[in-house]
Protein backbone atom coordinates (compact mmCIF):
# COMPACT_ATOMS: atom_id res chain seq x y z
CA UNK A 1 0.00 0.00 0.00
CA UNK A 2 1.41 3.64 -1.00
CA UNK A 3 2.44 6.13 1.78
CA UNK A 4 0.05 8.86 1.87
CA UNK A 5 1.13 12.53 2.98
CA UNK A 6 -1.94 14.95 3.81
CA UNK A 7 -1.33 18.67 3.96
CA UNK A 8 -0.29 21.48 1.56
CA UNK A 9 3.04 21.94 -0.75
CA UNK A 10 3.24 25.48 0.96
CA UNK A 11 3.43 24.09 4.80
CA UNK A 12 7.55 23.82 5.30
CA UNK A 13 6.03 20.74 7.74
CA UNK A 14 4.90 18.95 4.83
CA UNK A 15 7.75 20.05 2.41
CA UNK A 16 10.08 18.52 5.23
CA UNK A 17 8.16 14.82 4.72
CA UNK A 18 7.79 15.01 1.25
CA UNK A 19 12.29 15.92 0.79
CA UNK A 20 12.70 12.53 3.55
CA UNK A 21 10.31 10.33 0.93
CA UNK A 22 12.24 11.34 -2.06
CA UNK A 23 15.46 11.10 -0.64
CA UNK A 24 14.45 7.63 0.09
CA UNK A 25 13.14 7.09 -3.47
CA UNK A 26 9.72 5.76 -1.54
CA UNK A 27 6.54 6.08 -3.77
CA UNK A 28 4.14 8.12 -2.17
CA UNK A 29 0.25 10.20 -2.24
CA UNK A 30 0.30 13.24 -1.38
CA UNK A 31 -3.69 14.46 -0.91
CA UNK A 32 -3.95 18.12 -0.34
CA UNK A 33 -5.67 19.24 2.34
CA UNK A 34 -7.59 22.98 1.95
CA UNK A 35 -6.51 24.89 4.97
CA UNK A 36 -7.97 28.31 4.02
CA UNK A 37 -11.48 26.24 3.54
CA UNK A 38 -10.64 25.08 7.09
CA UNK A 39 -10.00 21.43 6.32
CA UNK A 40 -7.41 20.53 8.66
CA UNK A 41 -9.81 21.32 11.23
CA UNK A 42 -12.68 19.07 10.35
CA UNK A 43 -13.97 15.91 11.77
CA UNK A 44 -12.51 13.47 9.23
CA UNK A 45 -8.82 14.75 9.83
CA UNK A 46 -8.80 15.23 13.23
CA UNK A 47 -10.31 11.53 14.26
CA UNK A 48 -8.43 9.42 12.32
CA UNK A 49 -7.48 6.27 14.29
CA UNK A 50 -4.52 5.71 16.07
CA UNK A 51 -3.50 2.93 14.78
CA UNK A 52 0.38 1.49 14.80
CA UNK A 53 2.39 -0.45 12.52
CA UNK A 54 4.41 -3.35 13.34
CA UNK A 55 8.10 -2.19 13.20
CA UNK A 56 11.40 -3.02 14.70
CA UNK A 57 10.98 -3.79 18.32
CA UNK A 58 13.56 -1.08 19.06
CA UNK A 59 11.35 1.14 17.26
CA UNK A 60 8.38 0.49 18.27
CA UNK A 61 7.96 2.64 21.30
CA UNK A 62 9.34 5.68 20.18
CA UNK A 63 7.30 5.61 17.22
CA UNK A 64 4.07 4.42 19.47
CA UNK A 65 4.26 7.13 21.17
CA UNK A 66 3.96 10.10 18.16
CA UNK A 67 1.42 7.64 16.45
CA UNK A 68 -1.87 8.87 15.75
CA UNK A 69 -3.05 11.67 12.02
CA UNK A 70 -3.98 15.26 13.06
CA UNK A 71 -5.15 15.53 16.43
CA UNK A 72 -4.22 19.48 16.41
CA UNK A 73 -5.39 20.45 13.27
CA UNK A 74 -2.09 20.90 11.63
CA UNK A 75 -0.22 19.52 8.64
CA UNK A 76 1.44 17.43 7.18
CA UNK A 77 -0.22 14.05 8.57
CA UNK A 78 1.00 10.57 7.13
CA UNK A 79 0.14 6.99 6.75
CA UNK A 80 2.07 4.12 5.80
CA UNK A 81 -0.39 1.14 5.84
CA UNK A 82 -1.88 0.98 9.29
CA UNK A 83 0.56 3.36 10.74
CA UNK A 84 -0.93 7.20 11.20
CA UNK A 85 1.64 9.97 12.00
CA UNK A 86 1.66 13.29 12.34
CA UNK A 87 4.33 16.01 13.39
CA UNK A 88 6.64 16.34 10.05
CA UNK A 89 10.15 15.64 12.43
CA UNK A 90 8.68 12.32 13.94
CA UNK A 91 7.85 11.59 10.19
CA UNK A 92 11.01 11.96 8.89
CA UNK A 93 12.82 10.27 11.90
CA UNK A 94 10.12 7.10 11.15
CA UNK A 95 11.24 7.08 7.26
CA UNK A 96 14.71 7.58 8.21
CA UNK A 97 15.01 4.71 10.11
CA UNK A 98 12.40 2.34 9.34
CA UNK A 99 13.59 2.11 5.49
CA UNK A 100 17.12 2.56 6.26
CA UNK A 101 17.75 0.61 3.09
CA UNK A 102 16.60 3.06 0.50
CA UNK A 103 18.10 5.43 -0.64
CA UNK A 104 20.17 8.26 1.26
CA UNK A 105 20.63 7.32 4.49
CA UNK A 106 19.78 10.38 6.20
CA UNK A 107 21.21 9.05 10.02
CA UNK A 108 24.47 7.52 10.74
CA UNK A 109 25.36 4.38 12.88
CA UNK A 110 26.94 4.83 16.51
CA UNK A 111 28.70 8.30 17.86
CA UNK A 112 28.01 10.53 14.55
CA UNK A 113 24.14 9.72 15.30
CA UNK A 114 24.49 11.91 18.69
CA UNK A 115 25.70 14.88 16.59
CA UNK A 116 22.83 14.68 13.96
CA UNK A 117 20.82 14.58 17.16
CA UNK A 118 22.17 17.33 18.53
CA UNK A 119 21.30 19.38 15.46
CA UNK A 120 18.12 18.35 14.88
CA UNK A 121 17.37 19.75 18.24
CA UNK A 122 18.99 23.08 17.72
CA UNK A 123 16.63 23.41 14.36
CA UNK A 124 13.57 22.71 15.84
CA UNK A 125 14.14 24.66 19.75
CA UNK A 126 16.62 27.37 18.12
CA UNK A 127 16.32 28.38 14.56
CA UNK A 128 12.66 27.44 14.08
CA UNK A 129 11.13 29.20 16.47
CA UNK A 130 12.68 32.69 15.26
CA UNK A 131 12.48 31.97 11.31
CA UNK A 132 8.77 31.54 11.55
CA UNK A 133 8.22 34.77 13.59
CA UNK A 134 10.10 36.23 11.03
CA UNK A 135 8.08 34.48 8.26
CA UNK A 136 5.01 35.46 9.54
CA UNK A 137 5.84 39.53 9.56
CA UNK A 138 7.59 39.30 6.17
CA UNK A 139 5.67 36.86 4.20
CA UNK A 140 2.29 36.32 5.67
CA UNK A 141 1.08 39.61 6.94
CA UNK A 142 1.92 41.36 4.02
CA UNK A 143 -0.03 38.40 1.74
CA UNK A 144 -2.64 39.26 4.00
CA UNK A 145 -3.18 42.80 3.85
CA UNK A 146 -1.52 43.21 7.63
CA UNK A 147 1.53 45.67 8.14
CA UNK A 148 4.69 44.45 9.16
CA UNK A 149 5.88 44.92 13.01
CA UNK A 150 9.62 46.42 12.19
CA UNK A 151 10.28 46.12 16.18
CA UNK A 152 9.57 42.29 15.97
CA UNK A 153 11.26 41.66 12.65
CA UNK A 154 14.33 43.98 14.25
CA UNK A 155 14.41 41.95 17.46
CA UNK A 156 13.89 38.36 15.93
CA UNK A 157 16.56 39.14 13.37
CA UNK A 158 19.08 39.57 15.87
CA UNK A 159 18.18 36.85 18.01
CA UNK A 160 18.56 34.64 14.45
CA UNK A 161 21.71 35.80 14.04
CA UNK A 162 23.55 34.55 16.52
CA UNK A 163 21.68 31.66 16.42
CA UNK A 164 23.39 31.76 12.76
CA UNK A 165 26.71 32.24 14.09
CA UNK A 166 26.42 29.00 15.28
CA UNK A 167 25.93 27.00 12.39
CA UNK A 168 28.68 29.07 10.43
CA UNK A 169 30.95 27.82 13.60
CA UNK A 170 29.83 24.10 13.13
CA UNK A 171 29.80 24.42 9.17
CA UNK A 172 33.73 25.91 9.61
CA UNK A 173 34.01 22.32 10.55
CA UNK A 174 32.06 19.81 9.12
CA UNK A 175 30.91 19.79 5.35
CA UNK A 176 27.30 19.04 6.63
CA UNK A 177 25.62 19.83 10.22
CA UNK A 178 25.62 16.26 11.90
CA UNK A 179 28.54 14.33 9.89
CA UNK A 180 30.77 13.50 6.57
CA UNK A 181 27.32 13.14 5.01
CA UNK A 182 23.88 15.01 4.20
CA UNK A 183 20.88 13.63 6.67
CA UNK A 184 18.29 15.03 9.00
CA UNK A 185 20.20 17.42 11.05
CA UNK A 186 20.58 19.21 6.97
CA UNK A 187 16.92 18.10 5.76
CA UNK A 188 14.59 19.59 8.64
CA UNK A 189 15.62 23.09 8.49
CA UNK A 190 16.17 23.29 4.48
CA UNK A 191 12.12 24.35 3.77
CA UNK A 192 12.08 27.16 6.31
CA UNK A 193 15.45 28.52 5.59
CA UNK A 194 14.13 28.56 1.52
CA UNK A 195 11.29 30.02 2.34
CA UNK A 196 13.29 32.93 4.10
CA UNK A 197 15.17 33.44 0.89
CA UNK A 198 12.27 35.37 -0.12
CA UNK A 199 12.42 37.70 2.33
CA UNK A 200 15.32 40.37 3.45
CA UNK A 201 16.58 37.94 6.27
CA UNK A 202 18.19 36.36 3.35
CA UNK A 203 20.76 39.09 4.52
CA UNK A 204 21.59 37.03 7.28
CA UNK A 205 22.75 34.12 5.47
CA UNK A 206 24.74 35.83 2.66
CA UNK A 207 27.14 37.51 5.48
CA UNK A 208 27.79 33.94 6.45
CA UNK A 209 30.18 32.52 3.80
CA UNK A 210 30.21 28.67 5.23
CA UNK A 211 26.22 28.63 5.63
CA UNK A 212 25.51 30.58 2.61
CA UNK A 213 27.98 27.52 0.36
CA UNK A 214 26.11 24.88 2.48
CA UNK A 215 22.65 26.20 2.07
CA UNK A 216 23.46 26.36 -1.60
CA UNK A 217 24.61 22.70 -1.86
CA UNK A 218 21.72 21.14 -0.01
CA UNK A 219 19.41 22.95 -1.82
CA UNK A 220 20.52 21.94 -5.30
CA UNK A 221 19.92 18.19 -4.61
CA UNK A 222 17.63 16.24 -6.37
CA UNK A 223 15.56 15.25 -4.02
CA UNK A 224 14.87 18.98 -3.34
CA UNK A 225 14.28 20.55 -6.86
CA UNK A 226 11.39 17.94 -6.41
CA UNK A 227 9.38 18.76 -4.22
CA UNK A 228 9.93 22.28 -5.26
CA UNK A 229 8.60 21.33 -8.32
CA UNK A 230 5.63 20.12 -6.83
CA UNK A 231 5.08 23.35 -4.87
CA UNK A 232 5.49 24.98 -8.02
CA UNK A 233 2.68 23.19 -9.53
CA UNK A 234 0.22 24.77 -6.96
Known sequence: MVMKVYGTVLSTAAMRVCAALYEKDLEFEFIPVDMRAGEHKKEHFLALNLSPRPCPPSLRHYFQLFSGIGPFGQVPAFEDGDLKLFESRAIAQYIAHVYADKGTPLVCEGKPMATVGVWMEVEAHQFEPLALKLRRELLYKPRSGMATDAAVVEENEAKLAKVL???????????????DCFTLADLHPLPTMTTLMGTPVKKLFDARPKLSAWLANISARPAWAKVLAMRNQQ
Do not use: H, I, M, W
Open 165 to 179: DVYEARLSQSEYLGC
